[in-house]
Structures are given as structure tokens and as C-alpha cells.
């Protein structure tokens, strides 16, 4: 069965650039969940979907920050402008009915993430 | 504010030794206690509890929930150095329905 599949792996782009991270979940999973992975602070969840609606946004740092979900199998994370302390390891995952408690999430392979 | 702290943070053995890893937590609406290890990649799930006292066993690793002292355990025995890793414990929280990750523990085991 396939997995979660994020694109792009890596991504250098210059500070000021736009950046859109790819997710595809596993096919039938109903929740959607953006993270960050930095050294300082951990895995923080960003943003996470139920059915393709955002539920809680309360992670996404500020206003350069924006997710979507047009439909069941697809999701992007949008950087725009990016900034140097952005530079991250980006999850995408995604579980089955996640509101029960006794799914566990599943993790893309990462999209790490480097601005210049 | 949700809180998930792990220790310790790095931890250097020899192959052949056991390890403990702790998770403790302060959350509101605690659901049930995650275990993932992360290589140089995704993080890959090890072990959901829900329940206190009820041990969960998978080969050589075990974990174990407290929830009067909410904490949590997980037990590697005979390691190897394919154990290195990252081990993230997570709090699920009901009705908030997300994880709360700790900061993980760096293991490293010698050859």
C-alpha cells in the first residue's frame, strides 16, 4: 500500500520566494496534518483537515503561512514570502478517523525545506 | 498549555544493553499515548495506550502507561544498532483530535 507522499524531498530557495509543499495521504484516511520539525522546537503541528475542511489552524505561525485541501487525495502548504528562520523539515500525515483516538498517524518521508 | 516532556534527550549505550525511555505529560482531555520512532526519515508508529497498566510488547520493545502519574515508558532490550534513532512519544488529545509531541530522545547504540 502506498503511503503518505510528499513532494518536492528538498527545496533551497532564496529568501522572499514563493514555496508550495505537496501532500498526497493515504487513500481513505479522513484526517490531513501539516508539522515542522526543527531542532529547537521539536514537531509542531501546523494546520490539520478533517474531510478536506481545516480545523485547526492555531500552529501556522503567521499570515505567510497558508494550507488547502481541494479534495480527499491532495494538500498544499504555501510559504509566500519565505524567510531564513522558515528552514525546516515539513510533515505531511494522515490517519483514519482521528477523533476516535485509537488511529495512529501515519508521516510522509518530509519535505526539508531550506531558505537562503 | 499541553505539555509532552521526554528523557533524557540523548542517550549513548552498547549494543546488547536494555534502555528505558520516559514520557511524561500534562494535557487537557488525554485520549491515549503514542510511540514513534524516527530514522532519517519519517517517523514510523510503535505503540498506541490507552489503558493503564497494560503492557504492549513488540519484539524487543515494550511500553507501559501510568495514567495516576501520567507518564509513559518504552523499554528497548538486547539493543542493536539498528535501534538508533529518535524516539517521539505524543499525547492524543480528545476533542482537540491532534498530537502533542514531547522532544524527543536521541539513542545511539555502539557497536
Known amino acids: 500500500d502506498a503511503g503518505v507522499i510528499q513532494s518536492p524531498r528538498h527545496e533551497v530557495t532564496e529568501m522572499g520566494q514563493e514555496v508550495t509543499l505537496r501532500c498526497k495521504p493515504i487513500?481513505?484516511?479522513?484526517?490531513l496534518f501539516w508539522y515542522r520539525q526543527t531542532m529547537m522546537r521539536g514537531l509542531e503541528l501546523l494546520i490539520y483537515?478533517?474531510?478536506?475542511?481545516?480545523?485547526?489552524d492555531s500552529g501556522m505561525p503567521e499570515d505567510r503561512f497558508s494550507a488547502k485541501m481541494p479534495n480527499a487525495s491532495f494538500s498544499t502548504l504555501k510559504i509566500q514570502p519565505s524567510e531564513p528562520r522558515d528552514s525546516a523539515v515539513y510533515f505531511c500525515?494522515?490517519?483514519?478517523?482521528?477523533?476516535?483516538?485509537?488511529?495512529?498517524?501515519?508521516f510522509g518521508d518530509g519535505t526539508r525545506l531550506s531558505i537562503l | 498549555e499541553d505539555k509532552v516532556v521526554q528523557s533524557p534527550l540523548s542517550l549513548v549505550v552498547h549494543e546488547g544493553d536494555t534502555v528505558t525511555l520516559n514520557c511524561s505529560y500534562e494535557?487537557?482531555?488525554?485520549?491515549?499515548l503514542l510511540w514513534y520512532k524516527q530514522e532519517k526519515k519519517a517517523p514510523t508508529f510503535l505503540f498506541m495506550l490507552?489503558?493503564?497498566?497494560i503492557e504492549k510488547k513488540s519484539g524487543r520493545l515494550s511500553s507501559i502507561l501510568d495514567k495516576k502519574e501520567l507518564f509513559s515508558i518504552l523499554n528497548i532490550t538486547a539493543t542493536q544498532t539498528g535501534d538508533s534513532a529518535i524516539y517521539l512519544c505524543?499525547?492524543?488529545?480528545?476533542?482537540?483530535?491532534?498530537?502533542?509531541f514531547g522532544q524527543g530522545t536521541r539513542l545511539t547504540i555502539n557497536p
Open positions: 483537515f478533517n474531510n478536506n475542511v481545516p480545523i485547526d
Open positions: 494535557v487537557t482531555n488525554f485520549r491515549s
Open positions: 487513500s481513505g484516511h479522513d484526517y
Open positions: 500525515a494522515s490517519s483514519l478517523g482521528g477523533g476516535l483516538g485509537n488511529q495512529p498517524q501515519h
Open positions: 490507552t489503558s493503564s497498566g
Open positions: 505524543a499525547a492524543y488529545l480528545q476533542g482537540a483530535q491532534k498530537l502533542v
